[in-house]
């Protein structure tokens, strides 16, 4: 442990960035209700405020590729804890909508940043029998994130300038992000992609990487001439296939309408009180994080398809309740609804949520993986943008039951693409995978 002592906290600082990405996610969930008091709002522009984060998260995704490389893994990061740190200033200084709209742009650059740099530096710094559990500590900071913005939510509610204070609390992570990564060393990897060869034993050294030091920096230097920009190539038509479309299921089975609009749609069902609807999405948030864990643990024992089957089935079943919710008519309405959002985030926390990161990561041919994977995460953040921007206007026109009977029926086309057309990774070597698309 006391050798080790310097990766975790290299992983406990880094995985903040995982943090950051989920409150700020999750945040706009509760905020929404008290903007919507401050500032006029139409359901376009409601959707164009949650749906604000996406698009800056295209920029952030778009330059991290060259960033990453140019600047550092380490300094990326810090540069992305700066931009969180004045984006949730911004946010609570915004005298109108539009200031809003544009500030929240500005945290989703940072977003779109940390999506690729914050797993990348905890794969960078793992040795290989530890890299599942390191790289996974991003998607288990990213759903405590959630969960604690929903709790920021609940406690400021009652403030004066309760929207304001939500959005502000995103600096303190932020800090801590910042302090925490200037004392990091960068990683091993891009030491050598530098030729800082001194620098890069040092770092491997405090890692604790037991390892013949010199041989593991000769295989970094063959793994990084390997590395190529993307060509066309038939055998990366279904990598981008299988990646791209779950990206697509990811997003489009409406994932983020439950995370970005349920103090909303609990209150469309009946809850009365602001206050009440963000204590119930506490308990949602909650299992989102617990979930995870179980993800985690059953993932490389069943297998990912027959969790993403499982994973799919509930979410239908639960859309298809909850859209019928909206039509019934009996005092117990609003708690099936709560009964069915929750199941909803049982099924995708356990499936979708971090198998969708981990098939992109195993599919994609070695030569072309970090580019692919960027394209991969880019196409995440525009299905976000448009699912979330849509969502309210939706919601507005055409009611809540065919809204989420909309996501119901994209929840059955999933089951016969992932039935089609997602291999099974489990207990597949990466080459052998690679192997498959010649």
Do not use: H
Request: some cysteine; hydrophobic content about 55%; glycine content about 8%.
């Amino acid at each position: 442990m006391k050798k080790e002592i310097y990766l975790y906290i290299a992983v406990f600082f880094a995985a903040l960035s995982g943090l950051l990405s989920g409150f700020d996610t999750g945040v706009i969930s509760g905020a929404l209700l008290y903007v919507s008091q401050s500032f006029k709002l139409t359901p376009e522009l409601s959707g164009l405020l949650v749906s604000s984060v996406s698009i800056g998260a295209v920029f952030g995704a778009l330059i991290n590729g060259f960033l990453v490389d140019k600047i550092g893994r380490k300094n990326i990061l810090i540069l992305s804890s700066l931009i969180f740190v004045f984006g949730s200033i911004f946010c609570s200084i915004s005298g109108n909508i539009y200031q809003l709209i544009i500030s929240r742009m500005f945290v989703g650059s940072a977003i779109g940043i940390v999506s690729f740099a914050g797993p990348l530096y905890l794969s960078e710094i793992s040795t290989k029998e530890k890299r599942g559990g390191i790289v996974s500590c991003y998607q288990i900071a990213l759903t405590f994130g959630i969960l604690f913005s929903y709790l920021v939510n609940y406690f400021c509610a009652n403030l004066e300038t309760s929207w304001r204070a939500m959005l502000f609390c995103g600096a303190v992570p932020a800090l801590i992000l910042f302090f925490g990564m200037i004392k990091q060393k960068d990683t091993p990897r891009w030491y050598v992609l530098k030729n800082r060869i001194n620098e890069a034993e040092v770092a491997l050294q405090k890692l604790n990487f037991n390892c013949d030091i010199e041989l593991e920096i000769e295989n970094i230097k063959n793994t990084i001439s390997q590395n190529e920009k993307i060509k066309l190539n038939k055998k990366l038509i279904m990598p981008f296939v299988i990646g791209i479309g779950i990206m697509f299921v990811q997003i489009a089975t409406g994932i983020n309408a439950i995370i970005y609009y349920a103090p909303t749609i609990f209150k469309n069902l009946g809850f009365s009180s602001n206050q009440d609807a963000l204590f119930i999405t506490i308990f949602i948030g909650l299992i989102n994080f617990l979930m995870t864990f179980v993800a985690l643990a059953f993932v490389d024992k069943l297998g990912r398809k027959p969790l993403l089957f499982v994973g799919l089935s509930g979410m239908l079943l639960s859309l298809l309740v909850l859209s019928s919710v909206f039509v019934l008519d009996f005092s117990f309405v609003k708690y099936l609804a709560i009964i069915s959002c929750a199941v909803y985030i049982v099924s995708f926390s356990m499936s979708l949520g971090p198998i969708g990161l981990l098939l992109i990561s195993e599919v994609f041919p070695l030569k072309y993986r970090g580019s692919a994977m960027s394209v991969a995460i880019i196409s995440n953040f525009i299905f976000n943008f448009i699912v979330t921007g849509l969502f309210p206007i939706s919601l507005s026109k055409f009611g809540g039951s065919i809204t989420f009977l909309i996501f119901a029926l994209i929840c059955v086309v999933s089951i016969f693409f992932v039935y089609f057309v997602v291999p099974e990774t489990k207990g597949v070597s990466l080459e052998e995978i690679e192997a498959r698309w010649k």
